[in-house]
């Protein structure tokens, strides 16, 4: 090989690694516009409230406790507790968020690992199977939300 071509080839690599970094270069690098960002956090905040509101019937009394559908609906909200984050990078303000999301990030993120930390105590309540306990665990999850909307979602 001359080392022509080798600098030819070597010159391509780092275009190439050029051109990716550029397209990658967006803070929410895994979402292409800021509206696929929007629409993944409303969907997996949509899917959390669907599934804690299956547990909230049961707190309630108003659907009779089956430890086994608790504790699938519990395991799902965990999961579903650590999407929503990766959405809010920088440039993808709009939907129903604050500006404080963006300007007071370090109490987003202590809002947002709040949450996850009372969800994954409701999981374990709910793994257990011990219905005052998941009532407790939905009650301070529930709190967890609130705090959150009540300082980051618009009205
Ligand atoms: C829910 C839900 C919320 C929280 C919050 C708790 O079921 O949709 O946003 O609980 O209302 O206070």
Redesign the pocket.
């Known amino acids: 090989m001359s080392t022509h071509s080798f600098d030819t080839t070597a010159g391509l690599r780092t275009l190439a690694a050029s051109i990716i970094l550029i397209t990658a270069s967006p803070a929410s690098a895994q979402f292409q516009k800021p509206e696929d960002a929007i629409k993944y956090r409303q969907s997996a905040f949509s899917l959390i409230?669907t599934h804690?509101?299956r547990i909230?019937a049961v707190v309630k009394g108003e659907v009779p406790y089956n430890k086994d559908d608790v504790a699938k609906n519990a395991a799902i909200i965990a999961t579903l507790s650590t999407l929503p984050w990766q959405a809010f990078g920088a440039g993808t303000e709009g939907g129903k968020a604050q500006p404080g999301i963006w300007t007071d990030a370090a109490k987003f993120k202590t809002g947002s690992e709040k949450m996850q930390t009372a969800i994954a105590e409701l999981n374990q309540a709910a793994q257990s199977g011990n219905l005052e306990n998941i009532k407790k665990a939905f009650s301070a999850a529930?709190?967890t939300?609130?705090a959150c909307?009540d300082d980051f979602r618009k009205k």
Do not use: D, L, P, T
Request: glycine share 44%.
């Open positions: 409230g804690f509101g909230g529930g709190q939300c609130k909307h």
